[in-house]
Structures are given as structure tokens and as C-alpha cells.
């Protein structure tokens, strides 16, 4: 497995990775699913082709036999980093390779920005996945904001929010 910087052709695959890992019917094969919360795309080629032109951004992938199986956005903030559009494949969800990622993707933003805090947002109901990076040294911080409003997407329950998770990366 290779871990690296996403490049511009590598935009219509990760697009697809993120769509099938969050949403639809292909997303239950993983445990990550959001078919049950939301319907519709998770992102689309052009928000993609964005963050990677953002100076302040950087897409990572892991990649095994030139396929992409996982991916990770990291975006600079003023003095931490979020890290969002988190997915690894959904068949190969289990094997480790988003653990790594999550770690790598730590590490790198710690070496190339100075930064020394992560922050993410998770979906409340989404507990088992609030569990997994608990075991990864994030923390509730006790803020809750709505869930977004797009056009790409629409709510298939109510009251959906996201929970603030931070962790201190000083130690990566």
C-alpha cells in the first residue's frame, strides 16, 4: 500500500471512492454507511477539484495496485487542522488501511503546516464511528453544530448534527 498527495487525474476516482464508501447501496458493505441518514452524492468532481487547488489544502490517498482504496482531506485552519471526507473502500473497511491513513495524514500535517491540533465533525448518530476515532485519541469536545445543507445530498432523518472531535498531535 502506497500513501501519497492526490493529483489532479486521481479526481474521478476518489470522487466515485467517496460517493459508494458514504452513500447507496454499495456504501453497506463497509460499516461506515450513511444510506440510512442521507441520500444523494456525498461530493462531486468540482468541490473536489477546489479543495485540491486550495493552498491550504491536501487530499491523501492510499493506493494498492494503482487503485485508490482510501482518502482523506486535510484542510489548514488558523491553528489546527480538519480533516473531513474520510473513506476507505467499503470491502476493504476493517483491514487497517484507514487507520493508517488517519495516521499518516496526522503526521503530515503536523511536519508541513507546524500544527498541532486535528478537529473533525461526526455525524451524532452515528456512534460506532464516534468509537473508532475515540480509540484514535480524538475527543469530544462537547460542541454540536447542524448537519449542512446541499444540493448534492438530502436528509433521510431528522435532527441530523455533527459532534466537534479534536485531538492534540503534538505526539504524532
Request: no cysteine; aromatic share 6%; hydrophobic share 40%.
Amino acid at each position: 500500500m502506497i500513501y501519497e498527495n492526490a493529483e489532479i487525474e486521481d479526481i474521478p476516482a476518489i470522487t466515485s471512492l467517496l460517493n459508494r464508501s458514504y452513500r447507496g447501496e454499495s456504501s453497506r458493505a463497509g460499516w461506515t454507511t450513511e444510506a440510512d441518514l442521507l441520500s444523494g452524492k456525498r461530493i462531486d468532481e468540482t468541490g473536489l477539484l477546489q479543495l485540491l487547488n486550495d493552498p491550504d489544502s491536501l487530499i491523501l490517498i492510499a493506493r494498492s495496485d494503482e487503485t485508490i482504496t482510501a482518502t482523506l482531506h486535510a484542510h489548514r485552519e488558523a491553528d489546527s487542522v480538519h480533516f473531513g471526507l474520510f473513506a476507505v473502500e467499503p470491502t476493504q473497511q476493517g483491514n487497517g488501511i484507514g487507520k493508517v491513513l488517519l495516521s499518516y495524514a496526522e503526521t503530515e500535517a503536523h511536519k508541513r503546516w507546524g500544527i498541532d491540533t486535528a478537529v473533525m465533525e461526526v455525524i451524532t448518530h452515528r456512534t460506532e464511528l464516534i468509537e473508532y476515532y475515540e480509540r484514535r485519541g480524538y475527543r469530544k469536545t462537547g460542541e454540536i453544530i447542524p448537519f449542512p445543507e446541499s444540493d448534492l445530498w438530502e436528509k433521510q432523518v431528522d435532527k441530523l448534527a455533527l459532534v466537534v472531535m479534536r485531538k492534540h498531535l503534538a505526539s504524532v
